[in-house]
């Protein structure tokens, strides 16, 4: 790993043992992207790969050559006014509105070993300097005397770069930032398919390839969150780029709030791709001597197709960026009521339902929503953190205590950025409500949001769940965030600096995560949104789990966890068997498809085990020991994603996931809708040692030994025939044992 300045032709080299990122001072002064792919040599000069030309109806600054026309030039930090017309990565104007047109020099730079924490965001981060290197480049607007830093680190063993601004105002005179993106990427070519993670509430991130097209494409949010309908991550990749092979770049902004990332293919050849604060509706007040730091944006390239980046940023997000004493431990099985019982429960319910979980293995309860204020239906008392005693007789406490007696651990529900009307807390503090300015708000599942942005608001949640945690045994908490915003303003802010709401919002959540993970760092939490509408890097900092998705239908699962697995690591993903027919969909699928599906993941169940048969119960217990057994690869394996996706068959999904030392793997296939006489599939696979002899076995839950996929497959077999040949399915012909819709095979590899 290296970063090199070479004043002679005014490039930089960032290179590591697969990527290097070039980056050349152009003719203005100011940096440009020479070049972004495998390694090059560092005793190679690369400047000269940047192209420039004169062309009619281009422009060029009057002291500087006509070939030098900025629409095409690419750009590291691109500004608008001076014959770029592409989307800008920084908008500033003054104080009285007047675009600030800015002229960004470089003025110095420094390059150091390691990595330094941002001031109040999230980020990656290193454990020893020798992990990364960073480039700090400093440009300055003469005119104004705004100086900008463009931040690099390199990771020693990955190929990606860490990339972010920070926005200096030196000058005299009171600044706003309109816009301000982490990263922008000028790429020389064109033919790129834009693959991003999209959709709603019950059906998120799930994934999307097109090619890209003249003009300008976007994804964001401007919902307060980052969003069930877009993930702030996506991939460019060349057509012809697979799992396992191809180039490919992913970004992904390590963020929770809104964002957007651009694609903009632009008039001659070139694509500029660009991720940051979404600038719909913001603006950053930045007084003489005050700064500005935008969120992290990582990047990626490969070579090597799909499967290579995903297990980068898997490795990354999850060792790197998910932090704390849960972050390398196995996590537990949980089983968690809201399904079981939605609000109505009492003591006694909820401790039948935790020995019963108990009795099958299962290692910790989690009670969910309903159990505070007078919650009985969704219309009332988010905000009021206190037991119902209606309820909860014995309060938080109590109930935790018996749990802990049946030997299970105990876990919590809270949703504390939001207040219903009908609280105590609402009565008591109506400005604490976002848009409480106004004299109409607008609700969403009958509740209002608390403006995190003011830190009384803060305050009262940090004392009130730390009331609670210091008093219960309470070892999990599941942080969920029920609504979309309206009505973005705070009464905390005055009228030139509404503007800043959002992400001072966002800013006290991270806060207030930051406070209750350190003063509590025994707890696991887990983060959710509705399911998945807050499903990012930048909670996954404080949170190493998040609910996937509230759709637990195992085969809505397989493309909501496909697409998820592009960027997050299997550990972050929660994943529940639940009842059948599902409550989301109405779908039965078997049992053992539920539990293969949920397996890749942080496991548990969503259900009342008192409703379940005999049967059922053993086949759960099998689950759950099968699980102990093989949860650290189904956690922190190396995960691949084998058949299924945009661009493959609907109907069968295969995906499986390795040990680090390679001697322990499991593979998941999923037939959705069963055929008569199916031919023969071949499951190649990927991410064994091919000397190694692995013993592979069948695992349903009831053997069913005379099935084709026992007989074809178990025994030992060679790693260079399962890489290059492969499992054997879809065997069962016409006398043979046909397993009906949603069936699944599962498979285990012992070296
Ligand atoms: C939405 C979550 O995703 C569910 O799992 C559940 O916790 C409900 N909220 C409770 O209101």
Request: hydrophobic content about 40%; aromatic content about 12%; glycine content about 8%.
């Amino acid at each position: 790993m290296a970063i090199q300045w070479y004043p002679e032709t005014q490039e930089f080299h960032l290179q590591n043992t697969s990527i290097s990122y070039v980056i050349s001072l152009l003719p203005d002064r100011s940096p440009g992207l020479a070049y972004f792919g495998r390694p090059l040599a560092l005793e190679g000069r690369y400047s000269r790969i940047v192209r420039f030309e004169d062309r009619a109806l281009s422009t060029h600054q009057s002291d500087l050559p006509a070939s030098f026309c900025l629409d095409y030039a690419p750009r590291e930090c691109p500004t608008y006014g001076r014959g770029d017309y592409r989307f800008p990565a920084l908008e500033l104007e003054t104080e009285a509105g007047s675009p600030v047109i800015l002229d960004l020099q470089y003025l110095e730079h420094r390059i150091y070993q390691g990595k330094p924490p941002l001031k109040k965001l999230p980020a990656t981060y290193i454990e020893s300097l020798d992990e990364a290197e960073s480039l700090t480049l400093t440009l300055e607007d003469g005119a104004s005397h705004l100086q900008v830093q463009l931040h690099y680190t390199l990771f020693k063993d990955h190929p990606i770069l860490a990339r972010r601004i920070t926005v200096h105002n030196e000058g005299g005179q009171v600044l706003r930032i309109r816009r301000a993106y982490s990263a922008v990427l000028d790429l020389d070519t064109s033919n790129w398919d834009f693959i991003y993670f999209s959709g709603a509430w019950a059906r998120e991130r799930h994934t999307n390839r097109n090619p890209i097209g003249p003009g300008l494409q976007s994804i964001g949010s401007n919902r307060g969150s980052s969003s069930a309908q877009h993930n702030p991550s996506a991939i460019l990749a060349r057509p012809e780029t697979t799992e396992t092979a191809g180039e490919a770049l992913g970004v992904l902004l390590v963020y929770s709030g809104n964002f957007s990332i651009d694609v903009e293919l632009g008039s001659h050849g070139d694509t500029r791709l660009g991720l940051g604060i979404n600038p719909f509706g913001f603006s950053w007040r930045l007084a003489p001597g005050e700064s500005f730091e935008t969120p992290e944006a990582l990047i990626a390239y490969t070579d090597r197709g799909f499967s290579d980046l995903s297990l980068h940023f898997h490795r990354l997000l999850g060792r790197r960026l998910a932090r704390g004493q849960w972050r390398d431990r196995e996590r537990p099985i949980l089983i968690n009521n809201w399904e079981a019982t939605y609000f109505h429960f009492d003591e006694q319910k909820l401790l039948d339902i935790a020995q019963s979980a108990k009795d099958l293995g299962i290692e910790l309860f989690v009670l969910d929503d309903g159990w505070f204020g007078q919650r009985n239906d969704d219309t009332s008392s988010l905000g009021d953190w206190e037991a119902n005693r209606e309820k909860l007789p014995h309060g938080i406490e109590g109930l935790a205590r018996r749990v802990a007696d049946l030997g299970l651990a105990f876990g919590l529900w809270f949703e504390p950025e939001m207040v219903s009307p009908n609280s105590r807390l609402y009565r008591e503090h109506p400005d604490w409500a976002v848009g409480s300015p106004l004299s109409k708000q607008t609700l969403g599942r009958n509740q209002l949001v608390l403006d995190m942005g003011r830190s009384e608001v803060v305050d009262y949640l940090f004392e009130s769940i730390s009331r609670l945690l210091s008093a219960a045994p309470i070892s999990y908490i599941k942080w969920d965030m029920n609504r979309q915003m309206t009505e973005p303003l705070s009464s905390a802010l005055p009228p030139d600096r509404q503007g800043e709401f959002f992400h001072r919002y966002i800013i006290g959540v991270y806060e207030l995560y930051r406070r209750l993970t350190e003063a509590f760092p025994q707890v696991l939490f887990e983060s959710c949104s509705a399911g998945g509408n807050r499903f990012d890097a930048g909670m996954l900092a404080f949170a190493p789990q998040a609910w996937t998705s509230d759709d637990s239908d195992a085969i809505e699962r397989l493309a909501i966890q496909w697409g998820t697995s592009y960027f997050y690591p299997p550990s972050s993903m929660g994943a529940h068997v639940s009842a059948v027919p599902n409550h989301q969909v109405g779908r039965i699928t078997p049992l053992w498809t539920r539990a293969g599906v949920a397996f890749f993941g942080a496991f548990g169940y969503e259900l009342d085990p008192g409703k379940l048969s005999e049967s059922e119960k053993v086949e759960i217990r099998a689950q759950v020991d099968f699980y102990k057994a093989w949860r650290r690869v189904f956690q922190f394996g190396d995960f691949y994603r084998l058949a299924g996706g945009p661009a493959g068959d609907a109907n069968f999904v295969a995906w499986m996931s390795v040990s680090e030392d390679q001697s322990r793997a499991v593979v998941l296939a999923v037939q959705t809708l069963a055929r008569p006489n199916p031919g023969f599939r071949r499951l190649p696979l990927r991410g064994l040692k091919a000397d190694l002899q692995y013993r592979v076995q069948v695992r349903p839950a009831v053997p069913v030994k005379d099935e084709a996929s026992v007989r074809y497959n178990e025994g030992l077999r060679r790693g260079d025939e399962l890489l290059q040949v492969g499992l054997l399915l879809g065997g069962d012909g016409w006398n043979g044992v046909s397993r009906g819709d949603f069936a699944s095979w599962l498979f285990t590899l012992e070296a």
